[in-house]
């Protein structure tokens, strides 16, 4: 390798040499597929996938459900929001991020200037189906079934949507493939 080669930085590669497409936010209710449709995106477009749920985990060394249940969900939120914010991210990065996080502070403007984001939107049913038995790792779920279920994500919906519509594009997340995605990012 050549001197010139070697002083170019670590994370230099072809994707910022064609411009890329830079920070990708996945935002949208839990069970939505932000991490599925994230990991295949991220494959797709050759960039890595961050998961911010498991960043925080990581960081407080210990899973959400005994962040929750230790600290409470004030104490989570600015967690989160401080996870976001102080994250060293490559130049191009795919990243999930959890339900609540765009919806607290001023995260979803911070997302949206440092980046695009995208919104995967379900209805209340569907993601009701998908999380009845998905709510292990999901404090903010458990004990709720059925149509509680469907009520409480109505309820939360309702006051969510207007930080996930702020989103760079919001798409249907029913049938979503990671083409689809690319494409709506580079209309
Ligand atoms: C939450 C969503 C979860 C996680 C936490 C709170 C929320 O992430 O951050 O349990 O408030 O919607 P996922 O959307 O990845 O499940």
Redesign the pocket.
């Known amino acids: 390798m050549s001197g010139a080669e070697n002083i170019l930085p670590a994370n230099n590669n072809l994707n910022i040499a064609e411009g890329g497409l830079g920070l990708i936010f996945l935002i949208g209710?839990?069970g939505c597929g932000?991490?599925t449709l994230g990991r295949k995106l991220a494959n797709r477009l050759g960039y890595p996938f961050m998961d911010l749920?498991h960043v925080l985990e990581e960081q407080a060394g210990m899973s959400?459900a005994d962040y929750f249940s230790n600290f409470g969900e004030d104490a989570f939120r600015k967690l989160?929001s401080e996870v976001l914010k102080q994250t060293v991210y490559p130049e191009h990065a795919v990243i999930?991020t959890?339900?609540?996080?765009p919806c607290f502070f001023d995260n979803i403007d911070w997302i949206n200037a440092h980046g695009k984001s995208v919104y995967i939107k379900l209805s209340s049913k569907t993601l009701a189906d998908r999380l009845e038995h998905e709510k292990t790792k999901?404090?903010?779920l458990r004990e709720k079934h059925g149509d509680t279920l469907i009520a409480f994500i109505d309820e939360k919906l309702a006051e969510r949507e207007g930080f996930y519509n702020k989103a760079t594009v919001v798409t249907d997340g029913l049938g979503l493939t990671a083409m689809k995605v690319e494409a709506l990012l580079k209309l």
Do not use: A, N, V
């Open positions: 209710f839990m932000k991490t749920d959400i989160e999930s959890g339900g609540g996080l999901r404090p903010l």
